[in-house]
């Protein structure tokens, strides 16, 4: 298996743009969560999904934020407008109901946005 | 509201001696613990966890022990190598409560050869 996908790795926009990122899970994981690395808040949790239906987008910090996820090999995180605030990486990560106890997550490699 | 706590952003160790990696939680409810670790570029991969009927789980190198009544983890890593340095987080889960985790900061550790 290839792992959680993510693109694009780096992106470089301008304040005021649209930003969409992309994530396709691990084939058969039925959950998928969207995460933000900063230096100051480390790994927040944005929103997560079930059966790509969103369970929980108590962290999406502001309405500028969306996710969707159409079906369950793919999903998005809109930004829009984008603003220097929202800098930072951003995760994809996936795992599976069967998947044992302790919900181990398998994560993408990430997104590094640079908003100017 | 942090609920996971690492309150050391960065350790350096020299090489052969021991890690230890601290973590601080607040919510009660939490029953389940995972350590991941991060390399530049990339994203986090699982390490070792730890239910909270245990006090102590072990896999090579690396041990995490749990001190429930304090609200405590560690992650030791005996010995350490230079491939061990690394960003390490702590997460947390509760079994009622899905499938989320509760990140910590994390603690960047060198290993210095």
């Known amino acids: 298996d290839a792992g959680v996908i993510q693109s694009p790795r780096h992106e470089v926009t301008e304040m005021g743009q649209e930003v969409t990122l992309r994530c396709k899970p691990i084939s058969g994981h039925d959950y998928l969560f969207w995460y933000r690395q900063t230096m100051m808040r480390g790994l927040e949790l944005l929103i997560y999904f079930n059966n790509n239906v969103p369970i929980d987008d108590s962290g999406m910090p502001e309405d500028r934020f969306s996710a969707k996820m159409p079906n369950a090999s793919f999903s998005t995180l809109k930004i829009q407008p984008s603003e220097p605030r929202d800098s930072a990486v951003y995760f994809c990560?996936?795992?599976?109901?069967?998947?044992?106890?302790?919900?181990?997550?398998?994560f993408g490699p990430g997104t590094r946005l640079t908003v100017l | 509201d942090q609920q996971v706590k690492q309150n050391s952003p960065s350790l350096s160790v020299q090489e052969g001696r021991i890690s230890i990696l601290n973590c601080d939680y607040t919510?009660?409810?939490?029953?389940?613990f995972l350590w991941y670790k991060k390399y530049p570029a990339e994203g986090p991969t699982f390490l070792i966890s730890i239910s909270s009927i245990k006090d102590k789980n072990e896999d090579g190198r690396f041990t995490v022990f749990l001190n429930k009544s304090a609200k405590h983890l560690s992650l030791h890593i005996v010995p350490s190598q230079p491939g061990d340095s690394a960003v390490y987080f702590c997460?947390?889960?509760?079994?009622?409560?899905?499938?989320?985790?509760?990140f910590g900061s994390g603690t960047q550790l060198t290993v210095l050869p």
């Open positions: 997460a947390a889960g509760s079994s009622g409560s899905a499938r989320q985790l509760t």
């Open positions: 919510n009660s409810m939490f029953d389940y």
């Open positions: 990560a996936s795992s599976i109901v069967a998947g044992g106890p302790y919900n181990e997550q398998f």
